[in-house]
């Protein structure tokens, strides 16, 4: 991709694995310095307990051709957001790009649990995983990204606001999770925008981030071997499909239009002209609402 942004310092919060890792990725090979966060190192792991590494999504973004900085944090720790805000001040003296991708609720929601089945704490800790988290970055993060026009902050989620507001998602705790973050966006659209900032919220389609390849027993290079069992994952797209899309927007001198906006990693890809990595554009929401969901057969003809 014709992207430059080797003069830019970015902060990827959530980074480990999944969008979090492909987004830092690919604004490191933009050139771009990128601080990423997350709780697994290769000393400790998360209570996630998987393999993925904060300091290796370092490591690829420096091979990628940018600077990737690991620092561990836990974002629901204030002190230690500060600490992480505080030290990129210091080394960087701004911030450019801001992205939200704190998730870490994957083995706490229960498919299609009503609220009062669901495990109470489970669901509490998700929401506070998931939402506090992406707060109480902003808050400490938000003043150095301001001391220089033209800043982006992008809010990950999944599901954009219009398939959302309409669809229920998972169970109570899920939905209402994703749809804050929506919702955050639009706000803080509203906070950043009068002060020369962007923000907007970012979903990519059905990603095949580890946890989901691991799921369904494929590796990334023979993910189409699920179809047989999974049809409609032949819409699924790769974590640097975003990534891309988290670029695109970071290099727009116009980005401010989307300001407060739901936006997709594949309704991105037709405005900037961007693939994912075997080269086709994955449409995955517009897939999902004119396909899956209206029972026809699996068929991305037209939709990647």
Do not use: C
């Given at each position: 991709?014709?992207?430059?942004?080797?003069d830019?310092?970015?902060?990827?919060?959530?980074?480990?694995?999944?969008?979090?890792?492909?987004?830092a990725?690919?604004?490191?090979?933009?050139?771009?310095?990128?601080?990423?966060?997350?709780?697994?190192?290769?000393?400790?792991?998360?209570?996630?307990?998987?393999?993925?590494?904060?300091?290796?999504?370092?490591?690829?973004?420096?091979?990628?051709?940018?600077?990737?900085?690991?620092?561990?944090?836990?974002?629901?720790?204030?002190?230690?957001?500060?600490?992480?805000?505080?030290?990129?001040?210091?080394?960087?003296?701004?911030?450019?790009?801001?992205?939200?991708?704190?998730?870490?609720?994957?083995?706490?929601?229960?498919?299609?649990?009503?609220?009062?089945e669901?495990?109470?704490?489970?669901?509490?800790?998700?929401?506070?995983?998931?939402?506090?988290?992406?707060?109480i970055?902003?808050?400490?993060?938000?003043?150095?990204?301001?001391?220089?026009?033209?800043?982006?902050?992008?809010?990950?989620?999944?599901?954009?606001?219009?398939?959302?507001?309409?669809?229920?998602?998972?169970?109570?705790?899920?939905?209402?999770?994703?749809?804050?973050?929506?919702?955050?966006?639009?706000?803080?659209?509203?906070?950043?925008?009068?002060?020369?900032?962007?923000?907007?919220?970012?979903?990519?389609?059905?990603?095949?981030?580890?946890?989901?390849?691991?799921?369904?027993?494929?590796?990334?290079?023979?993910w189409?071997?699920?179809?047989?069992?999974?049809?409609?994952f032949?819409?699924?797209?790769?974590?640097?499909?975003?990534?891309?899309?988290?670029?695109?927007?970071?290099?727009?001198?116009?980005?401010?239009r989307?300001?407060?906006?739901?936006?997709?990693?594949?309704?991105?890809?037709?405005?900037?002209?961007?693939?994912?990595?075997?080269?086709?554009?994955?449409?995955?929401?517009?897939?999902?609402?004119?396909?899956?969901?209206?029972?026809?057969?699996?068929d991305?003809?037209?939709?990647?």
């Amino acid at each position: 991709m014709p992207v430059e942004l080797k003069d830019k310092v970015a902060l990827v919060a959530g980074a480990t694995r999944g969008a979090g890792r492909g987004i830092a990725v690919e604004l490191g090979a933009a050139g771009a310095t990128v601080y990423v966060t997350g709780r697994s190192t290769r000393e400790r792991r998360s209570e996630y307990d998987r393999p993925e590494t904060l300091e290796d999504t370092a490591d690829l973004v420096t091979e990628a051709g940018g600077r990737g900085i690991a620092v561990p944090t836990d974002h629901l720790e204030p002190s230690q957001v500060r600490a992480l805000v505080d030290r990129i001040a210091d080394e960087q003296g701004r911030l450019d790009v801001l992205v939200n991708d704190i998730w870490g609720g994957e083995k706490l929601f229960e498919w299609d649990s009503p609220v009062w089945e669901h495990d109470l704490d489970n669901g509490l800790r998700l929401l506070r995983l998931a939402v506090e988290t992406h707060a109480i970055t902003s808050h400490h993060a938000l003043p150095l990204l301001l001391r220089h026009p033209g800043g982006l902050v992008v809010e990950v989620t999944d599901g954009t606001a219009d398939y959302n507001r309409e669809n229920y998602r998972v169970n109570f705790f899920y939905d209402l999770a994703k749809s804050s973050v929506l919702r955050m966006a639009f706000a803080l659209g509203h906070e950043l925008g009068p002060r020369g900032a962007t923000a907007v919220a970012l979903t990519p389609g059905w990603l095949r981030s580890e946890i989901m390849l691991e799921t369904f027993g494929v590796r990334e290079d023979n993910w189409r071997d699920a179809l047989e069992r999974v049809p409609h994952f032949a819409i699924s797209e790769t974590p640097r499909y975003v990534g891309r899309a988290v670029t695109a927007l970071a290099a727009d001198p116009d980005v401010a239009r989307f300001n407060g906006t739901s936006l997709s990693s594949g309704g991105l890809a037709q405005e900037y002209g961007f693939t994912d990595l075997d080269g086709s554009r994955p449409d995955a929401w517009r897939y999902l609402v004119e396909v899956q969901d209206a029972g026809k057969p699996a068929d991305v003809t037209g939709y990647r």
